[in-house]
């Protein structure tokens, strides 16, 4: 049970190239979601998908797309990669929120990006 | 935009003792989780505390939640080296569709 995995652990590209990161969850959650975090600084959500099938911005979205493959997989594409985008990137999954909400997340390890 | 807001920023204690680190939030929230981040790991989930709770207990672990003053405190009993982590409280409220919003964090070093 490997929970949330996310590929590649490391990736240096340079201004103005693109990339995919990959994630997938083995907890048959139903919500995913991409946040990037930057030195000493909390998460912001760049996107999210509530569910199979639908994906909706967060804080952060300019300069990203989402895909959400099926209801394992969700990916994060930097269309033309800039220097601000250097960051952390984590994805989690979760069950969606029910009633007052409040599921827990759970996170892969992380892509840590630097761009050039 | 950061709901939340942790303090302090950094927190170095020893070993046995007791550490307590504090979240303020802006706006009402349904509920507010505390979670756990190591040195090149990603997050793990500690502690959920619902609007209309206002204390809970997990292990050594102990949340308070003030409505009232919108704010929140984790508090770690009796510490130990591998309590070595940045501390992250998170808020979902209505006004953010439920999505989960998270300060910026409190460095925790626990020497031995």
């Known amino acids: 049970n490997a929970g949330v995995t996310q590929t590649p652990k490391f990736q240096v590209l340079k201004t103005g190239q693109s990339m995919t990161l990959q994630c997938a969850q083995d907890?048959?959650?139903?919500?995913m979601y991409w946040y990037r975090q930057d030195p000493g600084m909390g998460l912001r959500l760049i996107y999210y998908?509530?569910?199979?099938?639908t994906t909706d911005k967060g804080e952060v979205p300019n300069g990203y797309n989402v895909s959400r493959l099926n209801k394992r997989e969700f990916s994060l594409r930097l269309e033309s990669a800039a220097p601000s985008q250097t960051s952390v990137y984590f994805c989690?999954?979760?069950?969606?929120?029910w009633g007052g909400g409040g599921q827990p997340q759970h996170f892969g390890d992380g892509t840590r990006l630097s761009i050039l | 935009s950061q709901q939340g807001e942790e303090d302090p920023q950094a927190l170095s204690i020893q070993e046995g003792e007791n550490a307590t680190m504090n979240c303020s939030y802006k706006?009402?929230?349904?509920?507010l989780q505390w979670y756990r981040q190591n040195s090149g790991r990603g997050l793990v989930h500690l502690i959920l505390?619902?609007?209309?709770?206002r204390e809970k207990h997990s292990g050594r672990l102990r949340v308070t939640l003030d409505t009232s003053k919108k704010s929140s405190s984790l508090l770690i009993t009796a510490s130990r080296a591998a309590d070595t982590a940045s501390y992250f409280c998170?808020?979902?409220?209505?006004?953010?569709?439920?999505?989960?919003?998270f300060g910026g964090g409190t460095r925790v070093l626990v020497k031995p």
């Open positions: 505390i619902r609007s209309n709770e």
């Open positions: 998170a808020t979902d409220a209505r006004a953010a569709g439920n999505k989960l919003t």
């Open positions: 706006t009402s929230i349904n509920n």
């Open positions: 989690a999954s979760s069950e969606p929120p």
């Open positions: 907890m048959n959650h139903n919500s």
């Open positions: 998908s509530a569910s199979e099938g």
